[in-house]
């Protein structure tokens, strides 16, 4: 059964496709009308560059927090699978697959 709030964060979209849609809507919007999968940026300015590579690095920090996410779940779930039940040992587990994550 859901808790309280737990329908709101399940309906947000993930944080790593917000910022890939962002991203891609730029890239969209400076495509080369020619060749779609060019992006034409000889008269975009500094400033816009400037906000392309904040999309770039906010799409790279997404991924690298989903990819956090994915290694804590992961420890859990190895230590349950494995028959684990005690609530500090899989908490232990989960821990110890984030830090063995490159960062």
Not at 30 to 36: F, G, K, M, R, T
Not at 37 to 42: P, R
Not at 86 to 99: H, N, T, V, W
Request: net charge negative.
């Amino acid at each position: 059964m859901l808790e309280e709030g737990d329908q709101d964060s399940i309906s947000q979209e993930p944080e790593m496709s917000v910022a890939s849609r962002k991203r891609g809507q730029f890239e969209s919007r400076h495509a080369d009308p020619q060749h779609q999968d060019v992006m034409e940026l000889s008269s975009t300015t500094p400033a816009e560059l400037d906000h392309y590579v904040d999309l770039l690095n906010e799409e790279a920090s997404a991924w690298d927090q989903y990819r956090v996410d994915c290694e804590y779940v992961r420890g859990g779930e190895t230590a349950i699978l494995a028959g684990e039940r005690d609530l500090g040992r899989i908490q232990k587990a989960e821990l110890q697959f984030y830090s063995r994550s490159p960062h």
